[in-house]
Structures are given as C-alpha cells and as structure tokens.
C-alpha cells in the first residue's frame, strides 16, 4: 500500500476517482498547464521567504528525493532542536513533508504551514489535520499549529520584511475538530486505491472546489457542446438538469424559467444564428466619438511584489498596444510600449501613454474595470498623473458591453462573452496562429524573461510574440466593431 501525501489526501476528500487515478492510472492525469505550475513555482517562492521568519532553521534533505532517507535525516535532526525546513514524517498510511517546525519547550514543536494564498481557506485545516496525525503517529508532540499566508495590505518599501509580509493564524482548535476524522478517512482512501476500477463518481460543484481537478476535461466531455452548463450564471441548477437526464441546452423541459440571456442562448443553440439587437447596437455605437483609441493592457502580478509602492498580486501594467482610427473607414495607426529592463515600468508606462492617446475622441477597452485598475493604480503611486486620469475616464467605452448584455450573441461563443471566445465567433479571426494566445501566458513569459537568466536571442523572440499577442487585442477590437456596424445596419 503506497502511502498518501497531503497531496493526495486532498484529493481524496475532493473526489475518490481522482485519488483512484492518482495512484492505479497517473498517467492518464495530465501534467500541469504553464500557468498552473507558475502558482506552484511561486508557492515555491513564498514558502522560501517564509523560512526567514526562522532564520537559524535546517533544510532538511536538501536534494534528496528518496522518501525513507529524509525521514531518517529528520530523526537525526530533530535532536537538535532548531527550527526545521520540510522534516519529513511517516505512520502506517500516510507521510507528511512539514514546511517549518519550530522547537517549544523541551519536547513540543509548533507546525506552521505556509500558504501564497493572501486569506486562510478551509481547505488549508484538512492540510494540517493530516501533518499533525503523521506527527503524533511518529512520536512528534505538536503544541500549536500556524496558517502562515500572505498579508494583502503589504506595501513593498525596501527589502521584503517576511513578520510584515505573513500573517500568521493559530488554529490549533480548528485542526483539533478534525483529527478525529484523519484515521477514518485514510482508511477509506486505502480501501479506494485498492479497487480494481475506478470508483464512478458523478460531476458536481466538487469538481471546482476547493480546486479545479486535473480530470475535470476526462469527467465532462461525455457533455454535448452546447451543455447546460454553458448557460450564463447557470450555477448549480445545471447540476439539478443532469440529475434529471437533461444535459444539452436544446433539451430544456417546456416551462423551464430561464432568464432573458439564457433565453437568448436557447434561441441561438436552437436555431445556430447569432441572436442580433440592432437597436441596443445602434444605442451603443452612437456613444462612439472619432478618433476611436483601441486599448488593451498586459500586467505582471507576483506573489512578493518585485517594486516599491506595490502589494502582492498586485498588477503591474508592462505593456500596452492602441489602435488609433481618425475616422470611419480610415486604416488604424498602430502605438505600442514594451517595457524593457528590470527597473519599475510604470512612469515611463503612463508618459508614453499620455502622449499617444490624445485630448479626445473614445477610448475603447474590453472589460473597462481592468485597465481604469491599472490606471487609478499608476495614479496613486504616481499623483501627478492623477488629473490626466481622471479627466480620460469620461471617454472610456467598454466594447464588452454589447456581448455581457447579450445584445449580440453567437452560439459558438458557448455561454463567454471573454474577447477569446467573441472574436473568432463574430469575425471569424482568433489566436490560433500566435505563440502567445492568452494573458496570463503572455505575464508569465514576460516575467520570466525579464526577470529570469535567458538568452537574448530568447528574449528578444519572447518580447516579438509579446508585441503579436497584444496588438493582436486591440487589432481584434476594430475587426469587432466593424462588424458590430454592418449588423446595426
């Protein structure tokens, strides 16, 4: 019998097919997508912070991969009652790799378990539970156990400060509620993987919660394409339809109440057209005042922020593309700003900015609550951009309007009114070509390269795909709005 991680304990409570394949088919689990494993590097990056909270601390088995040896270095450490990195324990059904415990006493330890999360979820209690059985099954007495994650009012001044970056919650009495369930559970788990087959497990809001499982594409694909799940703000009622054998859009019993955005799917799945409001459309493009301005902006936002006068997850705009249209008709002028080097982005940011988006005519974004963000945020930590902030802000147009109210909805676009899903359905134009197709790619390679030992040749090839990727936002924003017109008629 394998012994169960804290990983796989999660799992485990999670779903029991996914605990089943995580042990009897991992392969058939995919391998983290480049944005999943950037959350892992950076918990990476904020558990290393946290171990200055102990700086006389041990790693222990630094390098080491063989579980049975790290145990044995730990026993060896823990004689020296100072402060320990990743001891590793074991008991009959589980182990356990602690992040940091700290020596009380003559004989306790306090377990503190660290957390890139900037508030303590419930999840993180289960995470505990199970350290502190393994421990106490290993002859370890444990007095307190820590949550350590990331304080959200932190503002980086200087060097980062790990007693004002964490903060740092007893639960002790919580993790106590739960360990009289630890055994009970890892018995049934053991009992799980020995199954020959995998457990059936119908889909259910555990599938997201408390994370997205890694099977949820295996799980769903028995869905049609137009599921009921793809309907707008459907929440848990899609669940109530599956019970009842209703899984496709087009199947919804008569009498079904659906709200006027659903009922515009409906219509759209039915009939496989784009639902079309001229009215509401004509509305909207009359607001428009010459010369258009398409912007979108790119943003970096690490866990322990890299710039003074910035929090965590804080975003940090590096980039932007603007489309400039002087009249209808006219081709686009393309502007542009990519940051270069290390050094804080932002001034230079807005100064370019400023300087190519004029004096007036609209400006137009998709998802305008993003980028008036990221400028009030410049604003505030550079004032005398302030005016210039809000006296532009009067002229910002959300071109996401149109599809979040539904007065243009194709059925291709499967519920998402995201620039992604709108373009190709109404232009028939999307991302496919490009390297670079979606945001949080485009942050994560820029910051790797940016901050990261590459070659030049690298980041000079990564920062060309940057400049395809977002131009290609706001390029996509004019071919929307040309087809927004030929349909307002």
Same mark, same amino acid.
């Given at each position: 019998?394998?012994?169960?991680?804290?990983?796989?304990?999660?799992?485990?409570? &999670?779903?029991?097919?996914?605990?089943?394949?995580?042990?009897?088919?991992?392969?058939?689990?995919?391998?983290?997508?480049?944005?999943?494993?950037?959350?892992?590097?950076?918990?990476?990056?904020?558990?290393?912070?946290?171990?200055?909270?102990?700086p006389e601390g041990i790693e222990v088995g630094a390098g080491i991969t063989d579980l049975n040896q790290t145990i044995k270095l730990t026993q060896q450490a823990l004689e020296l009652r100072r402060p320990l990195y990743e001891a590793a324990f074991a008991s009959k059904l589980a182990y356990a790799r602690c992040d940091i415990l700290n020596?009380?006493?003559?004989?306790? !330890?306090?377990?503190?378990?660290?957390?890139?999360?900037?508030?303590?979820?419930?999840?993180?209690? /289960?995470?505990?539970?199970?350290?502190?059985?393994?421990?106490?099954?290993?002859?370890?007495?444990?007095?307190?156990?820590?949550?350590?994650?990331?304080?959200?009012?932190?503002?980086? /001044?200087?060097?980062?400060?790990?007693?004002?970056?964490?903060?740092?919650?007893?639960?002790?009495?919580?993790?106590?509620?739960?360990?009289?369930?630890?055994?009970? /559970?890892?018995?049934?788990?053991?009992?799980?993987?020995?199954?020959?087959?995998?457990?059936?497990?119908?889909?259910?809001p555990h599938c997201d919660n408390p994370y997205t499982c890694p099977l949820h594409d295996l799980c769903w694909s028995y869905l049609p394409e137009h599921s009921v799940f793809t309907l707008v703000r459907m929440g848990a009622k899609g669940f109530k339809l599956l019970e009842q054998g209703v899984r496709a859009i087009r199947h919804l019993?008569?009498?079904?109440?659906?709200?006027?955005?659903? &009922?515009?799917?409906? &219509?759209?799945?039915?009939?496989?057209?784009?639902?079309v409001n001229k009215t509401a459309l004509a509305v909207f493009l009359k607001r428009l005042k010459y010369p258009l301005h398409f912007l979108d902006f790119e943003t970096f936002a690490p866990a322990i922020p890299v710039y003074d006068g910035t929090g965590p997850y804080e975003a940090v705009p590096f980039q932007f593309s603007l489309h400039?249209?002087?009249?209808?008709?006219?081709?686009?002028?393309?502007?542009?700003?990519?940051?270069?080097?290390?050094?804080?982005?932002?001034?230079?940011?807005?100064?370019?900015?400023?300087?190519?988006?004029?004096? /007036?005519?609209?400006?137009?974004?998709?998802?305008?609550?993003?980028?008036?963000?990221?400028?009030?945020?410049?604003?505030?930590?550079?004032?005398?951009? &302030?005016? !210039?902030?809000?006296?532009?802000?009067?002229?910002?147009?959300?071109?996401?309007?149109?599809?979040?109210?539904?007065?243009?909805?194709?059925?291709?676009?499967?519920?998402?009114?995201?620039?992604?899903?709108? #373009?190709?359905?109404?232009?028939?134009?999307?991302?496919?070509?490009?390297?670079?197709?979606?945001?949080?790619?485009?942050?994560?390679?820029? %910051?790797?390269?940016? %901050?990261?030992?590459?070659?030049?040749?690298?980041?000079?090839?990564?920062?060309?795909?940057?400049?395809?990727?977002?131009?290609?936002?706001?390029?996509? #924003?004019?071919?929307?709005?040309?087809?927004?017109?030929?349909?307002?008629?």
């Amino acid at each position: 019998m394998p012994l169960i991680s804290k990983t796989a304990y999660l799992q485990g409570l &999670q779903c029991p097919k996914l605990l089943w394949y995580r042990f009897n088919q991992k392969d058939a689990i995919p391998e983290p997508d480049a944005l999943t494993q950037a959350v892992f590097d950076q918990g990476h990056e904020v558990g290393d912070l946290a171990k200055r909270l102990f700086p006389e601390g041990i790693e222990v088995g630094a390098g080491i991969t063989d579980l049975n040896q790290t145990i044995k270095l730990t026993q060896q450490a823990l004689e020296l009652r100072r402060p320990l990195y990743e001891a590793a324990f074991a008991s009959k059904l589980a182990y356990a790799r602690c992040d940091i415990l700290n020596p009380v006493g003559v004989d306790r !330890w306090d377990l503190f378990e660290v957390k890139s999360s900037t508030s303590a979820k419930p999840v993180y209690l /289960h995470d505990l539970a199970l350290q502190v059985r393994v421990l106490r099954d290993a002859g370890v007495r444990v007095r307190r156990c820590v949550l350590v994650y990331v304080n959200k009012d932190f503002v980086r /001044h200087g060097d980062v400060d790990p007693q004002e970056f964490f903060i740092r919650d007893d639960m002790t009495d919580a993790v106590d509620e739960l360990l009289p369930d630890v055994e009970d /559970h890892l018995d049934q788990m053991a009992d799980i993987i020995r199954l020959d087959e995998s457990p059936e497990v119908a889909i259910g809001p555990h599938c997201d919660n408390p994370y997205t499982c890694p099977l949820h594409d295996l799980c769903w694909s028995y869905l049609p394409e137009h599921s009921v799940f793809t309907l707008v703000r459907m929440g848990a009622k899609g669940f109530k339809l599956l019970e009842q054998g209703v899984r496709a859009i087009r199947h919804l019993p008569e009498g079904f109440k659906l709200s006027p955005a659903q &009922q515009i799917q409906r &219509q759209a799945v039915i009939t496989g057209k784009p639902q079309v409001n001229k009215t509401a459309l004509a509305v909207f493009l009359k607001r428009l005042k010459y010369p258009l301005h398409f912007l979108d902006f790119e943003t970096f936002a690490p866990a322990i922020p890299v710039y003074d006068g910035t929090g965590p997850y804080e975003a940090v705009p590096f980039q932007f593309s603007l489309h400039v249209q002087q009249a209808p008709g006219v081709e686009p002028q393309h502007f542009m700003y990519l940051a270069e080097g290390t050094a804080d982005p932002r001034r230079e940011f807005m100064e370019r900015l400023q300087a190519v988006l004029g004096d /007036h005519g609209s400006i137009l974004v998709y998802n305008a609550a993003f980028e008036k963000a990221v400028l009030s945020g410049c604003a505030e930590l550079l004032p005398e951009f &302030q005016p !210039w902030v809000d006296g532009i802000k009067h002229r910002i147009v959300d071109l996401l309007t149109p599809f979040k109210s539904f007065h243009y909805y194709h059925p291709n676009q499967h519920g998402s009114a995201s620039i992604k899903a709108v #373009m190709p359905a109404i232009t028939g134009r999307g991302y496919g070509e490009l390297d670079i197709q979606e945001g949080g790619t485009a942050s994560l390679e820029f %910051f790797r390269v940016t %901050f990261g030992n590459v070659p030049n040749t690298e980041r000079q090839r990564v920062r060309r795909q940057l400049v395809e990727y977002c131009g290609r936002d706001t390029e996509g #924003m004019v071919w929307i709005l040309d087809e927004l017109r030929k349909l307002a008629g």
